[in-house]
């Protein structure tokens, strides 16, 4: 039977922040499709931040961080009718998908979410499918951290780099997924926590020594692993089936729901605990190796 892949990006597919994955991983895609697998991305990137590596032939995505679920189909398939789901292009050459769950959150929770951590000195990005949007002085809060997880490497660069992060001032109103939250202590997200955590869950990377608490606020009605077992679903594949590719805690709830989870060596010590494997680093061809090793190429 026919196996699903879940791979993470940041810190896992691809160095953080960046879009170009080792060709050890590339080659790893190819054979383990080649052997009638599918590979997916599983990452808390929107469409817009993803786009990029859709060239490499995905087989579909679980986006911002599960609020967006779709997979690739051939062009014959495009005007097939399917309940609950629908198609769109996501780019100009990368053929269709068919859509099987889109929930951004409400415009009342983003207004709370964004009001109360605004006031207590947190800094934001909000992400919709078309465009990302960030506090004007986030930079210079991120200049004045030091190391950091593949999240704030991620913002890091994507900001350095200028790779499509706009300021919160030309936000056009388009739906959001998902709020990234940076702050200098846990006690700053108190506020919105009180208002909001019956809803949305709030996913804390590893409170790090050099001062910077990051994360994401996601709604509880999906995550990665929820992401997972519809593509799942979708595709006739057991959960036992399954393995996904991680690197943060962000990444948690899709290692818990696959059948075969699997931390990179350059992950979170707490997601280490969590997984079945630890495969070398995204630099040290880890994705090739873990493939391998797990038979993904037979």
């Known amino acids: 039977m026919n196996k699903l892949i879940f791979v993470d990006i940041d810190g896992t597919l691809t160095p953080a922040g960046t879009n170009v994955p080792p060709d050890s991983a590339l080659l790893a895609i190819r054979k383990a499709q080649q052997a009638g697998n599918r590979v997916l991305l599983c990452t808390g990137r929107n469409v817009d931040m993803l786009k990029p590596l859709l060239k490499y032939g995905f087989d579909g995505i679980i986006g911002s961080s599960g609020g967006y679920v779709a997979v690739r189909i051939p062009e014959e398939e495009k005007d097939r009718e ?25 415009r009342e929770q983003q207004e709370i979410a964004v009001t109360t951590l605004h006031n207590n000195g947190v800094f934001c990005t909000i992400e919709g499918k078309t465009g990302s949007f960030g506090d004007e002085n986030l930079k210079d809060f991120l200049d004045g951290t030091e190391g950091g997880n593949s999240e704030i490497e991620r913002w890091r660069k994507a900001l350095a780099g200028n790779l ?69 679903e979708y595709y006739h594949v057991p959960m036992s089936d399954t393995y996904g590719f991680g690197d943060s805690m962000n990444d948690l709830e899709m290692i818990l729901a696959v059948g075969t989870s699997v931390c990179m060596e350059n992950g979170s010590p707490a997601l280490k605990e969590k997984c079945k494997l630890i495969c070398p680093a995204v630099t040290d061809d880890g994705l090739y190796k873990a493939f391998d090793q797990l038979g993904l190429f037979a």
């Not at 050459?93 to 409400?106: A, F, K, N, Q, T």
């Not at 709020?179 to 200098?184: D, E, F, G, N």
């Not at 949305?200 to 994401?216: I, K, R, S, T």
Request: glycine share 8%; with cysteine; proline share 4%.
């Open 82 to 106: 399917a309940a609950g789901t629908y198609v769109e292009t996501l780019s100009d050459v990368e053929g269709y998908y068919r859509v099987l769950y889109d929930h951004p959150i409400s």
């Open 164 to 232: 499509g992060i706009k300021p919160m001032s030309q936000y056009d109103g388009q739906p959001i997924y998902k709020v990234v939250m940076m702050a200098r202590d846990l006690s700053q997200f108190d506020e919105c926590r009180a208002l909001l955590e019956k809803d949305f869950q709030f996913v804390l990377q590893d409170v790090p020594a050099h001062g910077c608490v990051n994360g994401e606020l996601v709604n509880r009605a999906f995550d990665k692993g929820k992401g997972c077992v519809r593509a799942a």
